[in-house]
């Protein structure tokens, strides 16, 4: 049986201050809710998305359908990892997203006109603000875990140094403690390609009803690259080729990773919005807690209280498990709780999407310690 | 004193049969040359060039100029490693490239178009077959060896198989026996971003007096990010901002990184031709010696009757050492002679271009090495 979501939305009349230093007027966030919050509001679980992700984490929409399944319903559900018959789920689109929550292809209520590239440039500080809104909106003033992937380890990262008292347990799978020069060069190759898109129209193409498709395929090809590791890329695809002998084409596809490539860039390009996939790199540039603490990332992260699961893929060049050590070394050094994990997984990056069952079941333990003590401090009381 | 460079033209009028059954009626070779070939015409030395270089492999084209400096000067002159006091030294531009030997802008003889898109598909094979004919103009029968790094190294290992008898020595360095399927999927991001810029007109941009150098630029900076290292990233840009302060925008410039890139996408649009830029990715994702003998490499190899340098670099990434040691492997199990190093540099694919001393030392013995031997000879005979 299969969990049916139901995405929500919520309306934001208090200005939102951005790390910019500009101010949204107003917005509305589109999120879903998996399980039943308990009376004392306590058993709450945010989850944080990723660059290409949305509110839509577990679940189908409709009972029976097999389409539209949540990006990540292998960890999130009745019986799953994080068990939706034990906490209440929150998962929010980030600001300036496309699926929902306000971005640039919405309205601006000061101009009445498409943001399009002029929607503010926001952080991962600003949506962990923004959804620190929702979650007290719902009635929540403490969450028993906040947990991400990739960019959404950083936003859980963010949880603990923004708000250290409303998190008891910080999970950040798969994710760093900012960009290095190679991950915001990728970033950049992707950016310029969508920029120099001729339709991208300095990012007003709603207006000329075009889409800068050929930049947004090249971005999501070079993404994809870098989600995967040697290993995979060589065992899916090696050097096979598309029609069994070389045409001698520079243009056709030859190899069968050219054509996953293509049909990857294809369908990225049918449903992202361009404006956002520059928004969300951006966030990820920025994202630096270390910057204010002159790049002492364990003076950083003195302020978080959280007890933390750090989880790396051994594979994960992207974000390798080095930089999640880093994160591990600076919790340590300042004392803190913190299990660490590194899968010898052969997935690269993609890993933490995937169903590896050490990493399922360690996740799935982890939860089952939160709801231990939970139940404990119910009865106690 | 710097040596001086003198690029000269050979015209060939003998049809060339390619590998992929076309056949080019005619065409020039761009070349240069250093030292002088002795009597014997024993001590020729060819040295191959990688995607985006040239035949101007050393010195300079005027007395005391600083510029135009040859892209392997620190490898090749007077008392440097391959020494042209003592070797005579060649270098030819490939056919399909963009300066000098016959490619995609010139004149299809038979029609008396531009070629554009339509010049022939070309491989690493008909480089070889080419080259060797313009060997045997110089009058020289025997190469005393071919040396060459990344796509460079390729053609001196399928010289090596194409003329056993013709190559005494095969130096390799930072090369692979084939592209794996990440090395193709980044050639093919630059492949696309090329092909989908309007500006390239199916490959006839020519005679719409436009370049297309968006994809250009793309392609080179997707291109350069896999020649560093990550460490070399990190120590030479890290997450240094250009401006000391964050901007908040997602298409100026904020990171060092950032800059530099798009400053080699500049200045590599500013240069090289788009279908050239397809051809030789091409050549280097079909380069694959082993495919016909069952993906045996150390079949294909039974061929090879030359002594070989391998030389890897630790932080290549683009072609690992992994890959440098398939090929030593493969030279051993025929029973060759084989000197391999892996050499603890920095700078990743890139090193292969670099004055590391203990790699040019190491060239420079192993040249020793041979010049003693090619003496020994002639002092007895």
Chains 1, 2 share one sequence.
């Not at 101009?111 to 500080?125: I, L, M, Q, R, S």
Request: with cysteine; proline share 3%; glycine share 6%.
């Amino acid at each position: 049986m299969s969990l049916i979501a139901t995405p929500q939305t919520m309306s934001f009349n208090e200005p939102l201050l951005l790390s910019s230093g500009q101010r949204l007027q107003n917005y509305q966030l589109a999120y879903e809710t998996y399980g039943k919050l308990n009376e004392k509001k306590d058993n709450a679980v945010l989850i944080c998305h990723a660059l290409n992700a949305s509110h839509h984490v577990a679940g189908v929409y409709e009972a029976n359908s097999e389409s539209d399944v949540g990006w990540w319903d292998s960890m999130i559900g009745p019986n799953k990892p994080v068990d939706t018959n034990k906490f209440f789920v929150i998962c929010i689109n980030n600001l300036g997203s496309c699926f929902g929550s306000t971005g640039p292809m919405h309205i601006n209520s000061e101009t009445n006109k498409v943001w399009g590239a002029d929607f503010p440039v926001v952080t991962v500080e600003d949506w962990v603000h923004s959804q620190e809104r929702l979650i007290r909106a719902l009635g929540i003033s403490r969450l028993i875990a906040v947990m991400g992937g990739s960019l959404g380890g950083m936003q859980a990262l963010s949880w603990s140094l923004e708000y250290p008292d409303k998190v008891d347990h910080c999970v950040v799978i798969a994710s760093a403690p900012n960009l290095n020069a190679e991950n915001i060069a990728f970033n950049e190759v992707a950016r310029r390609a969508i920029v120099n898109d001729p339709d991208f129209h300095g990012g007003h193409f709603y207006e000329q009803n075009v889409i800068p498709k050929r930049g947004l395929k090249i971005a999501r090809m070079v993404g994809h690259i870098t989600y995967l590791s040697d290993d995979v890329m060589n065992s899916k695809f090696g050097r096979s080729l598309r029609n069994g002998e070389i045409k001698y084409s520079t243009q056709d596809i030859e190899f069968e990773i050219e054509s996953y490539l293509r049909y990857q860039g294809e369908k990225f390009s049918d449903y992202f919005d361009a404006n956002t996939y520059l928004l969300i790199t951006r966030a990820l540039d920025y994202f630096d807690p270390a910057k204010a603490h002159e790049n002492n990332l364990t003076k950083a992260l003195e302020k978080s209280k959280a007890k933390f699961l750090v989880v790396s893929f051994k594979t994960d060049w992207r974000f390798s498990p080095a930089r999640s050590r880093e994160i591990v070394k600076a919790l340590i050094d300042n004392k803190r709780s913190v299990t660490y994990a590194e899968i010898d997984a052969p997935h690269g990056h993609d890993a933490f999407l995937l169903e590896d069952e050490r990493y399922i079941e360690l996740v799935r333990s982890y939860f089952e310690g939160i709801h231990k003590k939970l139940n404990a401090v119910t009865t106690h009381e």
